[in-house]
């Protein structure tokens, strides 16, 4: 069965250093989704992206934060300038449209 | 944002017996509503989901059933079985946007 697949699984990094997530959608869908889960709470929307480009963003997605699909296959999630509080489990999760999501394992991110 | 919520943090059942776990809303804008499990160190696995246009939804074990008058979904499990234990989250999507909103999980142990 296919699955949404997300690396690495674990990152550390200092405080002000950029970071780049990386996920493999789904190979036939169409809409792709970070989410994040700080510790204890709720997961939370990030941001959709459809046809390359944003299709939604919450308020947390500020310009901190980018996107992109760099090929046909992997969708990326950039934090330029790291801060603790993005310390969180991210996932990326994928759909053919107005269906379920699909989401991968997650990274953990860890802001030193 | 407390639009999507679930009052009960955990839940303790045992097995072959019924598990329901419940959730309420208030965004009446929603219509279309769906179950995830999760495990630790995973990512959300997608259960069932069910529109605003049905009051029931059946998939083996599972059932969700949707009460749009009082913005209450209820997941039944039955029979119940140890390999149920996990974090089970509702979930909540409207109108033309894909984002889904989520509630903050109950945690189900099924006893042996």
């Known amino acids: 069965e296919p699955e949404v697949t997300q690396t690495p699984s674990h990152q550390v990094t200092q405080m002000g250093q950029e970071v780049i997530l990386r996920c493999v959608p789904i190979?036939?869908?169409?809409?792709f989704y970070w989410y994040r889960q700080i510790l204890g709470q709720k997961v939370e929307f990030l941001v959709s992206?459809?046809?390359?480009?944003?299709?939604?963003k919450s308020e947390i997605f500020d310009d901190q934060f980018s996107v992109e699909r760099p090929d046909g296959s992997n969708f990326t999630l950039k934090i330029r300038s790291t801060k603790l509080e993005d310390s969180a489990m991210y996932f990326c999760?994928?759909?053919?449209?107005?269906?379920?999501?699909?989401f991968g394992p997650g990274t953990r991110l860890t802001v030193t | 944002d407390q639009q999507v919520k679930q009052n009960s943090p955990s839940l303790s059942v045992q097995e072959g017996r019924i598990s329901i776990l419940n959730c309420d809303y208030t965004?009446?804008?929603?219509?279309?509503f769906l179950w995830y499990k999760k495990y630790p160190a995973e990512g959300p696995t997608f259960l069932i989901s069910?529109?605003?246009?049905?009051d029931k939804n059946e998939d083996g074990r599972f059932t969700v059933f949707l009460n749009k008058s009082a913005k209450h979904l209820s997941l039944h499990i039955v029979p119940s079985q140890p390999g149920d234990s996990a974090v089970y989250f509702c979930?909540?999507?409207?109108?033309?946007?894909?984002?889904?909103?989520f509630g903050t999980g109950t945690l189900l142990a099924v006893q042996p």
């Open positions: 069910i529109s605003s246009i049905k």
């Open positions: 999760a994928s759909n053919k449209g107005l269906t379920e999501q699909y």
């Open positions: 979930a909540a999507k409207g109108g033309a946007t894909n984002k889904l909103i």
């Open positions: 190979s036939n869908h169409l809409y």
């Open positions: 965004n009446s804008m929603f219509d279309y």
């Open positions: 992206f459809y046809n390359n480009e944003i299709s939604e």
